[in-house]
T-cell receptor
Framework: GQNIDQPTEMTATEGAIVQINCTYQ??????LFWYQQHAGEAPTFLSY??LDGLEEKGRFSSFLSRSKGYSYLLLKELQMKDSASYLC??????????WGAGTKLIIKP | ETGVTQTPRHLVMGMTNKKSLKCEQH?????MYWYKQSAKKPLELMFV???????ENNSVPSRFSPECPNSSHLFLHLHTLQPEDSALYLC??????????????FGPGTRLTVL
């Protein structure tokens, strides 16, 4: 079967760095998505990784290791507006997304 | 309007009511999706449409009935719902649904409460 695990909740301090992990088990692999979802709002696309390594986009970076079935989202210079849930998702064999339950990130001043 | 819009944003209904959720995408995409999001649970895919044809139905109860009259509009008709159906219902669209992976773009959702 397919499964995605990510921590339920994390807390970090404004200005600091936080790493949100995601592990997955899939029968095949077609990449991995990260989305951000503020409370009561639409999930918004952050990144899509299909090759191993780190991809950087401003303050946000996403890392993938296909051999370990592991990804992380790295957020630098945290701002209060980064308080949100971060969702990890992988496509199944029909290219439909299988989602993790999301990690709620709480930023404290 | 741009992106994906959903109406209403909030809906409270009794178990005997009939209501409909509406989704519209302004991105020129060919695929549209309905998801259910319950607290602390993963997004659950309910229905997928590609070029107005349903391509996936993930064992959703018949009290949920989708309709896709064209590639820009998607409806979810609701009748005789149960309190456990209370959730955030999200609509999404993508360029296509077959032949590869496409990024999905979401609407803001309808917060549904069933009394």
């Amino acid at each position: 079967g397919q499964n995605i695990d990510q921590p339920t909740e994390m807390t970090a301090t404004e200005g600091a760095i936080v790493q949100i992990n995601c592990t997955y088990q899939t029968s095949g692999f077609n990449g991995l998505f990260w989305y951000q979802q503020h409370a009561g709002e639409a999930p918004t696309f952050l990144s899509y990784n299909v090759l191993d390594g780190l991809e950087e986009k401003g303050r946000f970076s996403s890392f993938l290791s296909r051999s370990k079935g592991y990804s992380y989202l790295l957020l630098k210079e945290l701002q209060m507006k980064d308080s949100a849930s971060y969702l990890c998702a992988v496509p199944d064999s029909n290219y439909q997304l299988i989602w993790g339950a999301g990690t709620k990130l709480i930023i404290k001043p | 309007e741009t992106g994906v819009t959903q109406t209403p944003r909030h809906l409270v209904m009794g178990m005997t009511n009939k209501k409909s959720l509406k989704c519209e995408q302004h991105l020129g995409h060919n695929a549209m999706y309905w998801y259910k999001q319950s607290a602390k649970k993963p997004l659950e895919l309910m229905f997928v449409y590609s070029l107005e044809e349903r391509v996936e139905n993930n064992s959703v109860p018949s009290r949920f009935s989708p309709e896709c009259p064209n590639s820009s509009h998607l409806f979810l008709h609701l009748h005789t719902l149960q309190p456990e159906d209370s959730a955030l219902y999200l609509c999404a669209s993508s360029q296509d649904v077959s032949g590869g992976v496409d990024t999905q773009y979401f609407g803001p959702g309808t917060r549904l409460t069933v009394l």
